[in-house]
């Protein structure tokens, strides 16, 4: 089907976009705040510190300024910089958009909100960032976010509508954050995951949840129907099912973390009623710890 | 038809569906309500769970209750419930409706015919012909009504066209014009009865029940007619007397008088004992009011037995006795002027005085005895009085006899004496019989009355004519003349014993009583003359012109009417005097109607026909229905709103439905053209008056709540008279005249206060309603301080006498308020010039009616000084809280005469000038003046 980008289409577009990036600048900024460089030695342009000279050091490291200043002989030593590169995903499958209250966004709101605030933030730190499967090659620079933006509305991202990760080949070292609802069998999340890690590739999984669906807050006869087509299912007694239904989401849980855990990945959790901030900050530190590695 | 109570059901069978409930009961309980819907992502989670017991999904016990309701409710409704059903016409054959229509229907006339028209709609359903017989004789001007079969459409015409009669009811001839119509038997008889007894009661029936079967329809005995019987005239009251059919319980009723403008001037109230018949009372008014009086009715019943017209006979006319009171001279009791007043005292309203104090007053009458006799001055005014109307009866003796004067109907034979000696009598004459002609004739002649000396005419062509009454030897006694339009009157001998006796017989008092009725006109009661008709009643008790064909009365008809259609009730008599013929006494006492034969069916008069309740019980399944909707929606999740958003709804809903009914009556006075707000500026002086800085230690401290109350809003105050019934009307008219402030202007009173004179200070109110009224004490003296300080301080004491100015402001005082006020500092007061404030205060008006219209005010003569001008007393007359005085229904308490509801109006416009002048003193006379003061002040 050929869509004509119509007057209204675009003003649409146009219109909705910036109040998502600026979502996701407000949650960055207030995230940043807390965060302030890699604060270890390593690689990179920014002076860090002056060490004295220790047996092994390269010779031309050497500061023969400072040295000459005093008796000791000192190293100079440079803040880590090394930019690494970042693969970013979000689940954009009909399932995700759902919301359970007025006050609560829907799952892919939240998500993409998430995706463009880390982004933000990388940039910043001057990683380079890209999204999974759009083709691109990781870019830093002020405007990524909003090529992000404009990538994410389109469909020309390889698995844009699909609920599960593509598996596209990465280089080693790269970073890959996955973020949905990852309700799928936990075999085909496996699959992917271990696809990265295979290729040394480090990854983070972010789990969006509703409320709704954490808690499972209907009553009797209700006849619940999925928003991928998976067919209906009534259940004559909600409140009868709910813990069995607890279980099952555990299991989910923990079997994402198990994942995760074997692979060296992280996994966290979160709800669309909570505030995305603690969310991204918590994300922005293990993807820093995970750098320290 | 299946009938429970005021309940039945045409289509009885219907309720037998009410047996298949428990099998719906049953199926709801089983059939689980639809799912709510729901989408949720994580339903690959839920896939496969299932509850683990197997219980069935119950429908909630109350929707199940709302879905059994829903079907009861369609069920009844198709089983046609009819509320007050009405029984199946009974009987076979065609229905004859035997209609009462005689004076006694009048009352309940409406009602008898809407039952009868209900009558003839069932018959009409049961295919059944009408046929229509009314039991009193037609009238004159009637329409024949079709006899015979009617078909349904006619028969309602005909009972349309039916109106009572005034003269009862003849239901023997009723049955036998009946039986004479020749109508298939058997007959179903429906009698429309007026609830009264007949002579001929027992037989009509039956003969009625002859023609098939017999059903008497009877009122409730409360509401059969009353009768009001003719007032008797005592001396100075009216005695009515009311009759009633039926001993059952108290009961009280009122009369009313009114004047031929219709204007109602008097009103007293009769109270039927529990099990008595008949009921009396007086009405004591003063004369010249109670001479309004033209007719008097029982209020609230309009037919012919509960209106007496009134004739001169119950008249007290202005009597004016030429002379001086008796007590001047030695011996009172021989006086001419004590007999005069003695034998007319009790039917007239005497005054004694000379010429020029007569004439100053209105006289139907005024009588010269000897001693009195006019001078020449007062001879030419005298004359100028009789040819305007009025009648002057000149009494014979000494004086007479020895002068020479003209104003005498008769040449009087001339002689220093009246002949004495010149007359040749045996003895003292007697009286003749009177001359046909004469207003004395039909008199009776007591044997021994004899006249000793008299004053002879002059022979002449015209003195036979002009003979009114005459000794046995032909010699006039008493001589009359026409003069203009009025009489001249000369009794031929003495009013004391000096010359005659005639005095001392009660034969005087009728023919001084012929001569007041003169006063009128010549034609008085037993004259020989035939009474033409002249207004006739209507069965309503309506007067009107006679139908054609009433035949005159003939002169013995005071003691021989019966009302007929050929005779109704009215006046009779022509233009200038009238006899007035009442229904109430010529007919025979109410009974309640007697025993019936066996085999009659009797039912109750009743006001409301049967009601189709279908459609309101299908009206509420509806509802029910829709509402099951929305819960289905509801619960199945498919209703946008959730469930706490729309309960908010409802009761918004709940509250803006609340909001409409209860706002609703209150639009009609919205359309009303509101009247701008009030300048709400108030002159400082005129503020309502505040409380002393410093209590004067001789005054009773009132207690502070006391205070507050008075004071916190501004409050109408009215002074406790003492008489419930007065003060009940002062604290009505006062709440009557609040609701109008609190509508149309920003004065906002609170309740109305009574107020004692002795005990409360009058200073905490702007506007006190005082109602005069004989029995209430004069105010003592610390009272009258207490008026007075109410004055000084700016206060408003506005005064009624409630009597229509009989007796303000028309040369004499009323009583009642020379001594209430007697103690009072009262200020000199003036009738309220034209252009008083109070015209313009609010409103403009032009005159300040109440109940009554006319007269006016009196107020405080204006004074720049003291209180800016204002004046601290009004006078009026009207009866003004009266006029405000409202039923909770916004009805007035009181009707309103002449004017009516019109004037009601006025009279609230007045009260709102009224409190305006109160609250803001002459500031609208002040801003006349406005434009001159800017002016001053610009410069």
Do not use: C
């Not at chain 1, 996701?24 to 030695?41: E, L, S």
């Not at chain 2, 119509?181 to 037989?203: F, I, M, R, Y």
């Not at chain 2, 009251?237 to 004047?259: F, H, M, T, W, Y």
């Not at chain 2, 004086?399 to 004495?420: F, T």
């Amino acid at each position: 089907m050929v869509v004509t980008p119509t007057l209204t289409d675009a003003a649409r577009l146009a219109s909705a976009l910036p109040p998502l990036l600026v979502a996701a600048q407000r949650v960055a900024t207030t995230v940043m705040q807390g965060v302030h460089g890699r604060r270890r030695v390593g690689q990179g342009d920014a002076f860090w510190q002056f060490r004295q000279y220790r047996p092994g050091d390269a010779i031309n490291r050497i500061d023969w300024r400072q040295t000459a200043k005093s008796r000791a002989v000192y190293v100079r030593e440079t803040e880590w910089e090394a930019a690494a590169s970042v693969w970013l995903w979000r689940d954009g499958s009909p399932s995700m958009d759902f919301s359970s209250g007025r006050s609560v966004p829907t799952k892919k709101m939240r998500a993409e909100v998430m995706l463009l605030a880390l982004a933000t933030l990388l940039v910043d730190a001057g990683e380079r960032v890209a999204l999974l499967g759009g083709g691109d090659r990781p870019a830093s620079g002020r405007g990524v976010p909003r090529r992000l933006v404009n990538a994410l509305t389109e469909s020309a991202v390889l698995g844009a509508n699909a609920s599960v990760p593509p598996q596209v080949p990465l280089p080693a070292h790269g970073h890959v954050v996955l973020i949905g609802d990852l309700l799928d069998p936990l075999e085909s999340l496996e699959a992917v995951v271990r696809h990265y890690a295979a290729h040394g590739v480090h990854g983070h999984l972010l789990q969006v949840l509703d409320p709704a669906e954490e808690d499972l807050p209907y009553d009797g006869h209700v006849k619940f129907s999925g928003l991928e087509h998976e067919g209906d299912h009534t259940i004559r007694k909600v409140e009868a099912v709910r813990d069995a239904y607890h279980a099952r989401l555990v299991a989910q849980k923990e079997g994402l973390a198990r994942i995760a855990q074997s692979v060296g990945w992280t996994w966290r959790a979160h709800r669309t009623d909570r505030p995305p901030e603690t969310a991204l900050l918590s994300l922005y530190m293990a993807m820093a710890d995970t750098g320290r590695r | 038809m299946l009938s429970l109570g005021a309940l039945a059901f045409a289509t009885p069978w219907m309720l037998s569906l009410l047996v298949a409930l428990p099998v719906i009961y049953w199926l709801l309980r089983l059939l689980p309500p639809a799912p709510k819907l729901v989408r949720f992502p994580a339903i690959r989670l839920l896939l496969g769970l299932e509850p683990p017991e197997r219980t069935p999904v119950r429908i909630p016990l109350w929707l199940l209750l709302l879905r059994l309701l829903l079907v009861t409710l369609l069920i009844v409704a198709l089983a046609r419930p009819l509320l007050n059903p009405a029984a199946e016409l009974g009987g076979q054959g065609p229905l004859v409706l035997l209609i009462d229509d005689g004076w006694a229907s009048a009352p309940n006339w409406s009602v008898m015919q809407r039952h009868a028209e209900r009558l003839t709609e069932r018959a009409e359903r049961a295919n059944r012909p009408v046929a229509i017989q009314s039991t009193a004789p037609a009238a004159l001007d009637d329409v024949q009504p079709k006899h015979g079969l009617l078909r349904p459409e006619e028969a309602r015409a005909a009972i349309r066209a039916l109106k009572p009669k005034p003269w009862p009811t003849d239901r023997a001839a009723a049955v036998a014009a009946l039986q004479k119509l020749n109508l298939p038997t058997p007959a179903h008889v429906v009698w429309l009865s007026d609830g009264l007894d007949s002579k001929d009661l027992q037989a009509a029936a039956e003969r009625a029940l002859k023609l098939g079967s017999l059903e008497v329809i009877r009122p409730e005995s409360s509401r059969i007619a009353l009768t009001l019987l003719q007032p008797e005239a005592g001396g100075r009251e009216l005695k009515v007397k009311a009759l009633r059919a039926a001993g059952d319980g108290p009961r009280r009723i009122a009369v009313q008088g009114s004047d031929d403008r219709g204007a109602i001037v008097a009103r007293t109230m009769l109270d039927f004992a529990p099990t008595a018949t008949e009921a009396a009372a007086t009405i004591d008014t003063p004369t010249e009011l109670r001479n309004r009086i033209a007719r008097l009715d029982i209020e609230g019943q309009s037919s012919a037995g509960a209106a007496v017209l009134l004739d001169e006979r119950f008249r007290r006319r202005p009597v004016g006795i030429m002379g001086e009171s008796q007590t001047a001279s030695g011996q009172p009791l021989l006086q001419e002027v004590f007999f005069l007043e003695r034998a007319l005292e009790p039917y007239a309203a005497i005054t004694i005085g000379d010429r020029t104090a007569l004439l100053g007053q209105r006289m139907a009458i005024i009588l010269v005895p000897d001693n009195a006799s006019p001078g020449s001055d007062d001879r030419a005014a005298l004359n100028d009085w009789i040819e305007k109307g009025g009648i002057l009866v000149r009494f014979a003796g000494p004086r007479l006899a020895a002068s020479e004067d003209e104003l005498v109907p008769v040449k009087l034979r001339q002689g220093d004496r009246a002949l004495g000696g010149a007359m040749s009598w045996g003895q003292p004459a007697a009286l003749a019989e009177f001359p046909a002609t004469s207003p004395f004739a039909g008199l009776t002649i007591p044997p021994d009355v004899r006249i000793q000396q008299q004053v002879l005419a002059e022979p002449g062509p015209d003195v036979g004519d002009k003979t009114w009454a005459r000794l046995t030897d032909g010699t006039p006694l008493v001589t009359g003349e026409k003069r203009g339009q009025g009489y001249l009157v000369l009794i031929h001998t003495t009013a004391n014993t000096g010359w005659s006796n005639l005095a001392l017989s009660g034969l005087f008092v009728d023919m001084l009583q012929r001569l007041v009725q003169l006063s009128r006109g010549v034609a008085g009661e037993g004259t020989a003359q035939q009474l033409k008709p002249w207004r006739a009643l209507d069965g309503f008790g309506k007067l009107g012109a006679p139908p054609l064909g009433t035949l005159p009365l003939p002169p013995d008809a005071m003691q021989t009417f019966r009302p007929r259609p050929v005779t109704p009730p009215g006046l009779y008599g022509d233009q200038s005097a009238q006899v007035a013929f009442n229904l109430g006494g010529r007919v025979d006492p109410p009974a309640v109607l007697g025993s019936l034969p066996s085999g009659v069916a009797t039912d109750r008069l009743s006001e409301e026909g049967e009601t189709d309740l279908s459609r309101w019980f299908l009206a509420a399944a509806l509802i029910l229905l829709l509402l099951d909707f929305v819960i289905a929606l509801l619960l199945r999740g498919l209703l946008p709103l959730p469930g706490r958003r729309l309960g908010r709804a409802a009761g918004a809903i709940v509250i803006a439905v609340g909001l409409a009914i209860a706002v609703s009556p209150g639009d009609v006075q919205a359309q009303q053209p509101q009247p701008k707000a009030p300048p709400t500026q108030q002159r400082p002086q005129q503020q309502p008056p505040s409380p002393p800085p410093a209590a004067t230690p001789t005054q009773p401290k009132p207690g502070d709540d006391a205070l507050l109350r008075a004071t916190l809003e501004t409050r109408l105050a009215y002074v406790i008279t003492g008489n419930r019934e007065v003060d009940e009307v002062s604290r009505a008219g006062l709440e009557g005249l609040g609701e109008i402030l609190r509508a149309r202007t920003s004065v906002e009173p609170g309740d109305p206060i009574g107020v004692d004179l002795e005990k409360d200070d009058l200073r905490l109110y702007p506007f006190v309603y005082w109602p005069i009224t004989p029995d209430q004490p004069a105010p003592s003296v610390a009272a009258a301080a207490n008026i007075d300080r109410h004055m000084k301080s700016g206060g408003i004491l506005f005064l009624d006498t409630r009597d229509q100015h009989i007796t303000l402001g028309r040369g004499g005082t009323n009583a009642d308020l020379k001594r209430l006020l007697r103690t009072v500092d009262v200020p000199p007061l003036v009738a309220m010039p034209q252009d008083h404030v109070l015209s313009k205060s609010f409103y403009l008006l032009s005159d300040m009616p109440g109940r009554w219209a006319g007269g006016r005010l009196w107020i405080e003569a204006g004074n720049g000084r003291i209180n800016d001008g204002v004046a601290a007393i009004i006078v009026g007359a009207n009866d003004y809280a009266g006029a405000w005085a409202m039923e909770s229904a916004g009805r007035g308490m009181f009707p309103v005469a002449p004017g009516g509801e019109n004037q009601r109006e006025m009279a609230f416009r007045f009260g709102v000038n009224l409190v305006m002048y109160a609250l803001t003193g002459n500031y609208k006379d002040d801003a006349v003046h406005l434009n001159d003061i800017m002016q001053r002040l610009r410069r």
